[in-house]
């Protein structure tokens, strides 16, 4: 499982390619016809020449006969290569692990890391939001991490990699102290409603919700189905069934359970909830504009970073 990729590493820290750990290998000298050695270089788990990774090893130096053919031999720490144009003395012959495989080495473990260190009670199925996202502060986390182990791998001592550090700690506490939200998490106002525009190039927008829902968890649906001014344009609703959320069946084209005039009034929406769109006079909604507003059951638990949680005790 990996909780962010090599590109939120970039976004953590743009420089993070500098810490790619590969190694130069210097020295090299004919060994026979194209052949070429190069001794003392460590252990070389793969053989880049100008960046490109030369793939596999032989299976021994003899089989290294051909243009891009190489060959470790560690009894001796001796490292062949062949090349019938170009000396390697005048290429840049690194060794090391290839970088994007590193990054996703590093990533993994940062992924493990981070779980190790958060509480047991957060569930980590439900790290994602309501696209399949991870939650941003899962991803930042650790992407920090990640960097962190990075840069800490080349610069132990590296004053980056502790500042990295030192806001992943900070994450993770505010996480398992419940100070965090994550998107699965019922907050005390969840049953008001958050509203998202989907697709919005109209002026007149939903500005408010009035009221609490009493229903269970749905994601409403609202479109405007007739374009026009306040007075003019109308919005059609879609709420959950048994299959679909609401926003669900509103992208799958099903039909809307009800349609009214948007007025600039509160009108309402379902279950003890109302909306209310807003606008100047000369403003206009635009067919297909799209909104879907989440809403948390009034009854449903609300998530509070306070709360004790009971043990069991026994009597010695």
């Keep these: 499982m990996a909780y962010c990729t090599n590109r939120d590493l970039k976004d953590i820290y743009p420089s993070i390619d500098e810490f790619d750990t590969k190694t130069p ?35 021994a130096y003899t089989d290294v006969d051909s243009n891009g053919e190489w060959f470790y031999d560690d009894t001796n720490d001796v490292v062949y290569y062949n090349n019938s144009a170009t000396n390697p003395n005048d290429m840049l012959m690194e060794s090391g692990d290839d970088w994007d495989s590193t990054r996703t080495r590093y990533i993994s473990n940062a992924s493990k890391y981070l779980d190790s260190r958060l509480d ?33 791998a080349s610069q132990p001592t ?42 919005v190039s109209g002026s007149i927008r ?6 609490e829902y009493h229903d269970i968890y749905d994601r409403i649906g609202v479109k405007i189905t007739t374009a026009g001014a306040l007075g ?22 099903e039909n809307a359970d009800y349609v009214d005039t948007v007025n600039g009034q509160y ?9 209310r769109f807003a606008g100047d006079t000369a403003d206009t909604a635009t067919i297909n504009d799209k909104w879907e507003i989440e809403f948390f059951g ?14 069991r005790m026994s009597r010695r």
């Design 267 to 275: 009108q309402t929406l379902a279950s003890g909830v109302d909306i």
């Design 206 to 211: 939903i500005v408010d919700t009035r009221g």
């Design 158 to 199: 590296s004053e980056i990699s502790d500042a990295l550090f030192e806001e992943s700690e900070k994450n993770i506490l505010s996480l398992n102290e419940g100070s965090t939200k994550l998107s699965w998490q019922v907050t005390g106002d969840s049953a008001k409603g958050v509203i998202r525009e989907v697709s």
């Design 298 to 311: 009034k009854n449903e638990s609300a998530l509070d970073a306070g709360m004790p949680y009971s043990i």
């Design 232 to 253: 003019t344009a109308k919005y059609s609703v879609w709420l959950k069934d048994g299959d679909n959320l609401g926003a669900e069946r509103m992208n799958n084209s």
């Design 25 to 59: 290998i210097y020295g090299w000298v004919i060994d026979s016809s194209n052949r070429y050695k190069a001794h003392n270089v460590g252990l070389v788990t793969q053989l880049f020449a100008n960046g490109e990774n030369l793939g596999n090893a032989q299976s």
């Design 120 to 152: 047991g009670k957060l569930p980590r199925e439900q790290f994602k939001d309501q696209d399949g996202n991870y939650d941003y502060i899962i991803v930042r986390t650790t992407a920090l991490l990640a960097c962190s182990f990075l840069i800490r």
